[in-house]
């Protein structure tokens, strides 16, 4: 018969120590980098965007993209081009053809200059529509970089989730 042998008291204290210290220094971690952000700074360019996306996206007005969107501001969505002019000309062509389109901000969070909006979007009140996670980055108070994964809401899912 083998028999395991006991863990010393002494060994106890030097593992609780351990994982003490562990989470001590895992906090300050954590401290650190949070005391690095400017969250002030990051709320004002979270609001820039929401402001933006529901002025554009569910009012249909425009006329914010050229004070908002940066001289130089950079589209990574394949379907529409860099620069506010295009994007100006681009989406009244698109609220044109879909005068109901509507966008609910679901969530929206920011991280240093980026900022994150989980959407839906439909084109009219019967449209399943789809689920899209847009980027931002603010530079100087301007929108200037643009980047969105879309994915369409099926009839039937898997599971009893919701995209939402």
Request: aromatic share 8%; with cysteine; charged share 20%.
């Amino acid at each position: 018969m083998t028999t395991t042998p006991r863990k010393t008291p002494v060994l106890r204290r030097a593992l609780a120590a351990t994982a003490l210290l562990a989470m001590v220094a895992s906090h300050a971690a954590c401290a650190e980098d949070s005391a690095m952000r400017n969250l002030a700074q990051e709320e004002s360019n979270r609001a820039l965007v929401v402001r933006f996306y529901d002025t554009v996206f569910n009012q249909h007005d425009l006329s914010i993209a050229s004070t908002v969107l940066a001289p130089n501001y950079i589209q990574h969505n394949p379907h529409v081009p860099s620069g506010a002019a295009p994007f100006i000309s681009f989406f009244t062509e698109r609220f044109k053809a879909n005068p109901e389109s509507h966008s609910t901000i679901v969530r929206s969070a920011a991280d240093g200059d980026l900022v994150f909006l989980h959407v839906h979007s439909t084109s009219n009140p019967q449209d399943r529509g789809n689920a899209i996670v847009d980027i931002f980055r603010v530079d100087h108070g301007k929108i200037a970089e643009h980047w969105d994964v879309i994915q369409p809401v099926p009839e039937h899912a898997a599971n009893d989730n919701t995209m939402f």
